[in-house]
């Protein structure tokens, strides 16, 4: 019977290649846990940043900066009105946004300015807004929808076909919600010394709805007392005017 073959001869070569293939276990552990301190890391570095200070030195010159933008042109608005100045507010609030799958709103916070003045004006209220368009166009104002003189005209014969005597009850006259220069939004809002509802209207008008998602962590108010401001109105046709702008965002 032939003898079985003899065991080939070991010359280190079949060790070392053993050992180069076989799987560093050790190594891959220090991998994968690397990799997870990393992921840890780039997480936190991507998660929102602190709210904006709103009495921080930055806060205060960019508001300051905000205010002597938006007051001029404030002016130069009720300047076309003409008219009667009832009363000045201010809304200062700093509030949150949504940055997710769902809603981005481009930012994690903000910070908004809303200046406002309330006049009274008599005489033909229809004429008066429709006359106010050009000026406003030659102010560089620019509309991506209607001009509050095109939806006062617009609306006018509807409103007055709502009660017998023809009366149009301005508060139902809706103002446009488009205006804007650079970064300023302009808006209107109509009422009359006789209805208490339209006076309702411009006090929510001067008052920032939220702004965005939930309640604002900073607000500074400063508000007309609107029937007090009424008592003193020597004109029937109200309009609260008002610009908004943002000066400080995350």
Known sequence: MDSPPAPAEDDGMSTRTARLHRPR?????WTIA???????????????PDPPDPRSGSAVEARTATVAQV??????????????????SSVDQCYEGQRNYKVDTGYHYRCS???????????????????????????QWQSRGDWPGQLVDEYWEL???ENAEGRVRLHRLPGPRSLRRNDLRLGFSYGSTA??????????????TLWCCGA??????????????????DHEHLTLITIEAHYLQR
Request: hydrophobic letters at 45%; one cysteine or more; aromatic letters at 4%.
């Open 71 to 88: 007051q001029p042109a404030l002016d130069e608005v009720v300047d076309i009105l003409g008219g009667q100045v009832l009363g000045e």
């Open 113 to 139: 300015l809303l200046l406002g003045v309330l006049i009274s004006v008599d005489g033909d209220f229809r004429r008066l807004m429709i006359s106010a368009d050009a000026a406003l166009e030659d102010l």
């Open 216 to 233: 604002p962590y900073y607000e500074d108010l400063g508000l007309i007392d609107v029937d007090r401001a009424v008592e003193a109105a």
């Open 195 to 208: 209805d208490d509802r339209g006076l309702q209207g411009i006090d929510r008008s001067q008052r920032s």
């Open 34 to 48: 690397a990799a997870t301190i990393l992921a840890a890391v780039l997480l936190v570095g991507c998660g929102p």
């Open 159 to 161: 409103r007055a076909s």
């Open 25 to 29: 276990r050790t190594e891959h552990r």
